[in-house]
């Protein structure tokens, strides 16, 4: 008969596609006790902790007492499989409605947000098209399209993110000026936007200085919230887009605030 030990020893020989594995079941389910891990993949509890610390180091997901997240909180940004897998219809809706904005000839920047990656769909019938973008997502969905110039905006990579950042980035936006800028962040409040983790907000930053019309994309599960970072008012704005299932009592402060509010149908 095998030992647990031994069994333990036999999973380790494949610890990565086992991490892997629990990432993508954290994801699905958003949070999930470290006891329903250990049924779930057949392993130890000891083992199930040590691939969570490497999880929790890689930024996938989030360790709290008995247990592991994928959820955002006021200092943790979900890695970027979570937010792939959340709000689909309400990001689709607002990226409609943004794609509206948009006219051929135009320069674009884009964020790394999800809701601005939904907009990359849309772009094949507007072109000629230069876009910009920091998103490797992004940039391997443009990098297929014609009639695209693709700026890919380098810095250091992020696997979290799937993006690049840092001050090498930030100097590449700055080296720029373009017509338009869709971007999102994790939190708004009625009166700011913002963002989790400092590096993020160092790039963002320098977007909305760089763009002549800066357009904030946000579902409705982001509002009346706040994160660690103050990134910019929501007057830096030109245009917010909120989903049609955002409350009427979340979007009149918006605009008591100064905000100009647009809401997109789903």
Do not use: W
């Not at 049924?39 to 902790?49: D, I, L, P, Q, R």
């Not at 930053?205 to 009346?224: C, E, F, I, N, P």
């Not at 706040?226 to 918006?254: C, N």
Request: with cysteine.
């Amino acid at each position: 008969m095998t030992s647990d030990v031994d069994g333990d020893t036999a999973e380790l020989s494949r610890p990565a596609r086992r991490q892997a594995e629990i990432a993508a079941y954290v994801v699905k389910h958003g949070s999930v006790s470290a006891n329903d891990l250990v049924e779930a993949f057949g392993v130890s509890v000891m083992t199930v902790h040590r691939d969570l610390d490497e999880l929790e180091r890689q930024g996938v997901v989030r360790k709290y007492r008995g247990g592991v997240s994928a959820q955002p909180t006021s200092v943790f940004e979900s890695n970027v499989a979570y937010r792939l897998n959340t709000a689909h219809a309400e990001k689709a809706a607002i990226a409609r409605h943004a794609r509206a904005m948009i006219e051929p000839g135009m320069s674009v920047m884009l964020d790394d947000s999800t809701s601005a990656l939904a907009l990359v769909d849309l772009f094949e019938d507007i072109t000629p098209l230069t876009v910009a973008t920091n998103f490797l997502p992004a940039v391997n969905r443009l990098s297929q399209l014609r009639d695209i110039t693709l700026l890919a905006l380098g810095g250091i990579y992020s696997p979290t993110h799937d993006s690049f950042g840092g001050m090498p980035c930030a100097e590449a936006v700055e080296a720029l000026h373009t017509d338009l800028l869709f971007c999102s962040v994790s939190a708004v409040s009625s009166t700011h936007a913002f963002h989790q983790e400092e590096e993020i907000v160092l790039v963002k930053r320098a977007m909305l200085r760089s763009a002549k019309t800066k357009v904030l994309l946000v579902d409705h599960g982001k509002l009346q919230r706040t994160a660690l970072h103050r990134l910019a008012p929501l007057t830096d704005f030109d245009i917010v887009v909120v989903d049609e299932k955002t409350p009427e009592d979340l979007i009149t402060p918006l605009r008591d605030h100064g905000a100009t509010v647009e809401v997109a149908k789903i």
